[in-house]
């Protein structure tokens, strides 16, 4: 008896669309493309300033603060929030949940400390920065 075995029908380019969980997978997955684009924006900026000419590092800071690489940079950090940072602060209680005595510290209070430390480093940076 020979039969054939089932196979499945699966759109090769679409098959993500049909769950809203493979969607903000793919979506998240995406970040590696800005990941490796600031990877090559890191190295290109650190190769004109070892070129040692002020006028080349001074344009390229003025190419990065044209008004569309301040948009592109500005939803780079958007997408980075919302499909990263965010959803990682949300798993942090289940990857670290820690131990009270006999009882678990609350997911919220986990979420919450993570958030303030965020914010603390941040401002902590800007200061270093002169920027605050």
């Known amino acids: 008896m020979s039969r054939q075995p089932y196979i499945r029908p699966m759109s090769k380019t679409t098959w993500y ?3 809203s969980r493979y969607k903000v997978y793919v979506m998240r997955e995406l ?7 600031y990877t090559f924006l890191t190295i290109f900026a650190l190769s004109v300033l070892a070129m040692d000419s002020p006028e080349r590092w001074n344009e390229f800071l003025a190419s990065q603060q044209s008004m569309a ?3 592109f940079h500005t939803l780079a950090l958007l997408y980075f929030l919302f499909y990263q940072t ?8 289940k ?3 820690i131990q009270l005595g006999e009882k678990k510290a609350p997911d919220s209070v986990i979420i919450i400390a993570h958030y303030v430390a965020w914010v603390v480093i941040s401002l902590f940076i800007f200061w270093l920065a002169g920027v605050i």
């Open 95 to 97: 990857a670290m949940p």
């Open 86 to 93: 965010f959803p990682w602060f949300k798993l942090a209680p």
């Open 31 to 37: 970040t590696s493309f800005l990941v490796a684009f």
């Open 17 to 19: 669309m049909r769950n």
């Open 69 to 71: 690489m301040i948009i």
